[in-house]
């Protein structure tokens, strides 16, 4: 019996599907590249004791001055944690189908977005006279970026998770458990595709979207990508694991773009402020 030919839009979506999804890993770099670094400043003294930051927590800063520009310190992190755990999940599944399609672009993303950890942690150290205080030698980084609770959660509740995620996916990989491997990618993917939306109680009670809280370009190539992955998956390799996050994901990109419309301020009209 004759196995009939898969439809060319099919094979299209299977064909590009890995670059759109490279193209939505590096859609965040615009946005971590324009937003400025967090504003705490750093004593000039270079006495120890008085390495202290003086650090006003945006939300209170925003509060006395409401069209205070966006910093680092408005956005979460989960987008970024989330991509890089991902990334790492479906590459091992990739693996265990030795499908290229899905290690590489995941492989990459995983990469990318180990260093948009890197670049957002940078951006939320405190400075001195504008310059950047190197993470490692100051323990003044605690005061800002490991103090913050509204990544949601702290930069060591990332850390810690993602890691443990990790080596139980690892686990998976070892022991050839492929079903729960892929669970456990598309639990973390629905993760990732929500996280944009993060900061939506903030958005809907302030009734305001600043610039890089949810990012437009991680939107489209969301939107694109998800599209794109579960035609292939329904059409293409028919795999549930497959299927399920990216159709998640369309939904929640469809979210994200109306929220973006709806609470983005608009040109010409006086800014309505920004979230903390």
């Known amino acids: 019996m004759l196995i009939p030919a898969p439809h060319p839009f099919v094979v299209f979506a299977g064909n590009v599907a890995p670059l759109t999804s490279i193209l939505l890993t590096l859609s965040p770099l615009p946005t971590l590249l324009s937003i400025p670094r967090d504003n705490s400043e750093?004593?000039?003294?270079?006495?120890?004791?008085?390495?202290?930051?003086?650090?006003?927590?945006?939300?209170?800063?925003?509060?006395?001055?409401?069209?205070?520009?966006?910093?680092?310190?408005?956005?979460?992190?989960?987008?970024?944690?989330?991509?890089?755990?991902n990334g790492f999940l479906w590459t091992m599944y990739g693996l265990l189908l030795k499908a290229n399609p899905i290690?590489?672009?995941?492989?990459v993303g995983a990469c990318l977005a180990l260093s948009y950890i890197v670049l957002f942690a940078m951006k939320s150290s405190?400075?001195?006279?504008?310059?950047?205080?190197?993470?490692?030698?100051?323990?003044?980084?605690?005061?800002?970026?490991?103090?913050?609770?509204?990544?949601?959660?702290?930069?060591?509740?990332?850390?810690?998770?993602?890691?443990?995620?990790?080596?139980?996916?690892?686990t998976c990989y070892k022991g050839g458990l492929r079903n729960q491997l892929a669970a456990l990618?598309?639990?973390?993917?629905?993760?990732?595709?929500?996280?944009?939306?993060?900061?939506?109680?903030?958005?809907?009670?302030?009734?305001?979207?600043?610039p890089g809280a949810i990012p437009l370009p991680f939107t489209i190539a969301t939107a694109a990508n998800c599209f794109l992955w579960s035609?292939?998956?329904?059409?293409?390799?028919?795999?549930?694991?497959?299927?399920?996050?990216?159709?998640?994901?369309?939904f929640c990109a469809f979210a994200q773009a109306i929220v973006v419309f709806l609470y983005s301020p608009r040109k010409g009209k006086k800014e309505r402020g920004v979230i903390a």
């Open 231 to 250: 035609v292939y998956g329904i059409k293409g390799v028919k795999d549930i694991a497959v299927t399920a996050p990216n159709i998640f994901g369309l």
């Open 185 to 210: 990618a598309t639990l973390v993917c629905g993760v990732m595709f929500i996280s944009p939306l993060a900061k939506i109680s903030s958005i809907l009670k302030n009734k305001s979207c600043p």
């Open 42 to 85: 750093v004593s000039g003294s270079d006495d120890a004791d008085n390495d202290k930051v003086n650090l006003l927590p945006l939300s209170a800063s925003v509060a006395k001055n409401p069209t205070s520009k966006v910093t680092i310190s408005s956005l979460p992190l989960l987008p970024y944690s989330s991509m890089a755990v």
């Open 103 to 107: 290690i590489f672009p995941n492989f």
């Open 126 to 170: 405190p400075s001195r006279d504008g310059r950047h205080i190197d993470l490692v030698q100051k323990a003044s980084i605690s005061t800002s970026l490991w103090a913050r609770t509204d990544l949601p959660s702290t930069f060591r509740t990332h850390l810690t998770v993602g890691s443990s995620i990790l080596m139980l996916g690892f």
